[in-house]
């Protein structure tokens, strides 16, 4: 398996585990660009990537399909309004709330668990396999403050537009190292040049 071909089939994996999420909570909005999500770890989640970070993504998928403010402090601190949607898909909480992160510190429950079990293995599998085919080239990959730091770079996101109009926020050193594919047109997500200018 190459480095080249392994986000595509990552991202697929991401985009089937959010269906199965969704299967179970229609009203959660499909997942625009699950590259996104690739080579990006969020402190204020708590958790790199894996099945529990993508339902903890679905609980603010869903608050912003209801319209509900789920973070406040530039996202970092999650809320009770965030706490309640969380418990009814399935995430479990500590007593009290982090002094800066809030409530973000979510696990599954036992049923949840039971529930979500072959869509966690095998999106496991997938960030695998992902793991191995990246490990390689890291000796002589430039990949940027995101890597170095185990983040996403403190969270400066710029506007990607595609062809058909829909657009997407992503770090850019995030959309350099593979191409966010639009899942309406199927054309790559860009950065416009003014933009581009403008974060560089």
Not at 16 to 27: K, L, N, V
Not at 61 to 66: E, P, T, V
Request: charged share 20%.
């Amino acid at each position: 398996m190459s480095t080249t071909q392994t986000p595509p089939v990552l991202a697929a994996e991401l985009a089937q585990a959010w269906a199965d999420i969704q299967r179970y909570h229609p009203e959660l909005p499909d997942l625009a660009a699950p590259e996104s999500l690739i080579g990006e770890s969020s402190s204020a989640c708590g958790h790199e990537l894996s099945f529990e970070r993508l339902l903890h993504e679905a609980v603010h998928g869903i608050a912003a399909a209801r319209g509900v403010r789920d973070t406040s402090r530039a996202g970092r601190y999650h809320n009770r309004r965030f706490l309640a949607i969380a418990e009814e898909l399935g995430l479990d909480h500590p007593d009290e709330p982090h002094p800066s992160s809030g409530f973000s510190l979510v696990s599954l429950t036992p049923e949840a668990k039971r529930r979500y079990r072959p869509t966690a293995e095998r999106l496991q599998r997938a960030l695998k396999a992902h793991s191995v085919a990246t490990a390689g080239d890291t000796a002589r990959s430039f990949r940027g403050p995101a890597a170095r730091h185990g983040s996403s770079g403190g969270g400066v996101r710029v506007k990607a537009v595609c062809d058909c109009g829909r657009n997407v926020r992503v770090v850019p050193s995030v959309l350099a190292q593979a191409p966010i594919v639009c899942g309406g047109c199927g054309k790559p997500f860009r950065i416009p040049e003014g933009v581009a200018a403008a974060a560089s």
